[in-house]
């Protein structure tokens, strides 16, 4: 168990919806880092935020956004979905933001979009 | 650009075989991270080892053991005396530049048979 909690586990909905992924980092970790697994894409970085600031973006459409709490947990809103957005979403965290920490995943939300 | 290629998609071998799983890396950071993680069935990401562009010492912890040359731009990983709990998807990940965000290969399946 990493300390990193993500909900729901999985969700399954339709194309055009929106749905919200959720993400609580390890106690003390400051920085939450979001990934997507998909067979086409493999696993990419989606985006970082540090402390409740945006510190990095990746390969994130402009349907997605994310923001950070300033409990420190984040959430990835997804929306206008497409068939593509399905796969493994995963947060990971960090105790700080720069190169070389190591980051610790959760468990992964799966989304499937039908 | 920084890119991670790990050439073996799959790889099967028999119990107690030991084998190598290839990673080579390209970047222009003279600071930078090197990560291995697990993917086993259940699907979540577990962390290996972490490794620094400066240190190219190389690791043994267990059965498992890492080779890193930065001549060659590669950072492998052997499990010796392979066991079936060893089956799962291995990641290589490169991490450098102004941020900590993980630049992952596309994995190789590794496949004990008993």
């Known amino acids: 168990d990493s300390g990193v909690t993500q909900t729901p586990k999985h969700l399954i909905t339709a194309t055009g919806q929106r749905v919200t992924l959720r993400c609580s980092p390890r106690s003390g970790d400051l920085s939450v880092y979001w990934y997507q697994q998909s067979l086409d894409q493999g696993l990419q970085f989606l985006i970082q935020?540090?402390?409740?600031?945006?510190?990095a973006k990746g390969n994130i459409l402009e349907r997605f956004s994310a923001q950070q709490f300033p409990d420190l947990h984040s959430e990835l809103n997804l929306s206008s979905l497409e068939l593509g957005d399905s796969a493994l979403y995963f947060c990971?965290?960090?105790?700080?933001?720069?190169?070389?920490?190591?980051?610790?995943f959760g468990p992964g939300t799966r989304l499937t979009v039908l | 650009a920084q890119k991670v290629t790990q050439a073996q998609t799959e790889i099967s071998v028999v119990e107690k075989e030991d084998v190598t799983l290839d990673c080579v890396y390209e970047t222009r950071d003279t600071t930078y991270y090197l990560f291995w993680y697990k993917q086993p069935p259940s699907g979540e990401l577990v962390f290996l080892i972490r490794?620094?562009?400066?240190?190219?010492q190389n690791e043994i912890s267990g059965r498992y053991s890492w080779n890193f040359q930065k001549s060659t731009s590669s950072f492998n990983f052997t499990i010796t005396a392979s066991q079936v709990v060893d089956s799962a998807v291995y990641f290589c990940?490169?991490?450098?530049?102004?941020?900590?965000?993980?630049?992952f290969g596309t994995g190789t399946l590794l496949a004990v048979q008993p």
């Open positions: 490794r620094n562009s400066f240190d190219e």
């Open positions: 990971a965290s960090s105790v700080g933001a720069e190169v070389g920490y190591e980051q610790f």
């Open positions: 935020y540090y402390n409740g600031e945006e510190r």
């Open positions: 990940a490169l991490d450098g530049g102004a941020t900590n965000k993980l630049i």
